[in-house]
């Protein structure tokens, strides 16, 4: 169940505003003057403020200014207002929207549904951070599995993103062939470790300026090959 936090120093509107969020199913609490429900706002945990511009004690630009900069909940600013000038304000401030008085409470429950909804998509515990790997000039999205260079995309083979992924996150070290060829095709090395140059020279060919000078993937004779950072 959402939990919503109300600051609103006008009691009917601020109970009206209650009645309607919690026959919709979330959780409402209230504060009536600006420092208390500032002190509420930080300390406790909420999914999204609604919050009166004119309140006693502090102001609701500074009530937001404050929060926005500690917590990434909704807010949706209220007031009688209809200059443009307090909407430009609030805005800038990390408001998310602004509803002039008078408004109707389903306005308001369809506004606070919106809102929650939209955070979901944006910053919920649904989303994934794509998991990246930028090493001067390369950067390879492993959750996409797609690879930049130098700000240009460059098409990989599956074994070829395997192969280029594994040797970036292991920067500075030596691999065989045959540890690589383990490694990548998760097989013992069977004669076939040739498959290993092969790749390295595709590889090489998307991602260095000059494949007789390579500046990432370095040889190492007798050895095998370094990926260097």
């Known amino acids: 169940m959402s939990k919503i936090l109300i600051v609103e120093d ?3 509107i601020a109970d009206l505003e209650k009645d309607y969020l919690e026959l919709s199913g979330f959780e409402v609490e209230i504060e009536n003057r600006g420092d208390t429900g500032l ?12 919050l009166d511009l004119m309140l006693p004690e502090v102001d609701g630009f ?14 949706i600013m209220v007031s009688a207002k209809k200059d443009d000038i307090d ?9 998310d929207d602004y509803i002039t008085k008078p408004f109707s409470p389903s306005e308001m429950v369809a506004r606070v549904k919106a809102h929650l909804a939209r955070y979901d998509r944006l910053i919920g515990s649904g989303q994934k951070v794509n998991d990246v790997v930028e090493i001067r000039g390369i950067k390879i ?3 996409a599995r797609r690879v930049w260079v130098n700000g240009e995309e460059k098409q990989f083979t599956t074994k ?12 500075n070290r030596v691999f065989t062939k045959e540890e690589l060829f383990r490694e990548i095709w998760d ?5 076939d470790i040739a498959t290993v140059t092969v790749h390295i020279k595709k590889i090489r060919e998307k991602i260095e300026f000059n494949t007789a000078k390579p ?4 040889t190492i004779w007798g050895v095998g090959y370094r990926f260097k950072a």
Do not use: H, W
């Open 10 to 12: 006008e009691e009917a």
């Open 39 to 50: 002190n509420k706002a930080l300390n406790e945990e909420f999914d999204l403020l609604i």
């Open 62 to 75: 500074e009530i937001c200014r404050q929060v926005r900069e500690k917590k990434n909940m909704p807010i």
């Open 87 to 95: 909407k430009i304000r609030g805005l800038g401030l990390g408001a």
């Open 141 to 143: 999205d492993k959750t």
């Open 160 to 171: 070829e993103f395997d192969l280029l992924t594994f040797l970036a996150e292991n920067p």
């Open 187 to 191: 097989m013992e090395s069977i004669g």
């Open 215 to 218: 500046q990432y993937i370095e």
